[in-house]
């Protein structure tokens, strides 16, 4: 689906969106689970600040990255860009399940592997796999999934395996010797997709993200940030601090919560927010993957409206 809030007059496939590359990496497997953003033309960068800066500087219109993964937790590069260095809008995200393989050029078995190639992190991933498969095997680092896939398939030396997607095997002419080796195969990554502007329509099942700087850090001012959102009834999906670069011990807090800004009671908490805290720092709102949360956010929604014409008769009563 696509929102008014990322489109143009432009075709699809005029359009451009950067991703984290090469190609065959989870950021493009995600990518190309979107059919209108895969039908744009597709900007591989070497490393997340050069997607984000590339949407920045208009080079393309819409930067993709991965943002948080069930296992390894966030993504702070991404988060810290998107603070410090980038004032973009969160359009959508997507969350796809990470699916580790072993990958070798044709011909090549099992037995015959002597190392294994990918990022320290897809290794580690692996670790049971490996132990009862390929013990005695050596590992190798990469600077990702997909570059690792490209070097076993460069030097085709007989004795190499990557791990990697399966997007990698098909992009770099490998085979898949194994499939779902991953020790949890529970893990999922989170993506999500900026530009330079805009908030998309509401869809009924959204999330809004935002950073919180506290004006000072005194007892409780956390708790009176959360009471904001528990008074409303809007649930949290995300809560993390953030270093701010200012002193140790100055931290920002980054909320992931359902709803969007549209929403009347989103839009109460967020105005509470910023008039009792330094700054808050809107990151977007756009739709949520899953399917959980609407109808809370409905009821949640028709109380507050309740609540609000009830106090609006009371006021209206006061004498003049």
Known sequence: MTSP??????TASSRRIAFLGPEGTFSEQA?????????????ACRTIPDVLQAVSAG?????????????????????????????????????????????????VSMRDIERIVSIPVATAQCRGF???HLPDVETFA????ATAAR???????????????????????LEVLAEDIEDHPENQTRFVALTR?????????????IVVFQKADVPGSLLTILQEFAARGINLTRLESRPTKRGLGDYC?????????????????????????????????????????PAVRRDAEAAWRDANTWLDTLRGSIAR
């Open 5 to 10: 809030a990322d489109t143009t007059d432009r």
């Open 253 to 293: 807090f980054i909320i992931d919560l359902e709803g969007h800004v549209g929403d009347e009671l989103v839009a109460d908490a967020l105005r509470d927010l910023k008039s009792k805290n330094e700054d808050v720092l809107f990151l977007g709102s756009y739709g949520a993957a899953g399917d959980h949360g």
């Open 59 to 107: 080079d393309v219109d819409i930067g993709f990255v991965p943002i948080e993964n069930a296992i390894e937790g966030s993504v702070n590069v991404t988060l810290d860009s998107l603070i410090f260095d980038h004032d973009l809008m969160m359009q959508r995200e997507v969350v796809i399940n990470v699916v580790m393989c072993l990958l070798a050029p044709a011909g």
């Open 151 to 173: 070097a076993v398939a460069d030097e085709g030396d007989g004795h190499s395996a990557a791990i990697a997607t399966a997007l990698a095997a098909k992009v770099h002419g």
């Open 31 to 43: 990518l190309l689970t979107q059919s209108d953003y895969a039908a744009m033309e597709m900007v």
């Open 197 to 209: 502007e805009g908030i998309p329509a509401p869809t009924g099942h959204d999330k809004t993200s």
């Open 142 to 145: 990469a600077n990702s999934t």
């Open 130 to 132: 490996l132990g009862t």
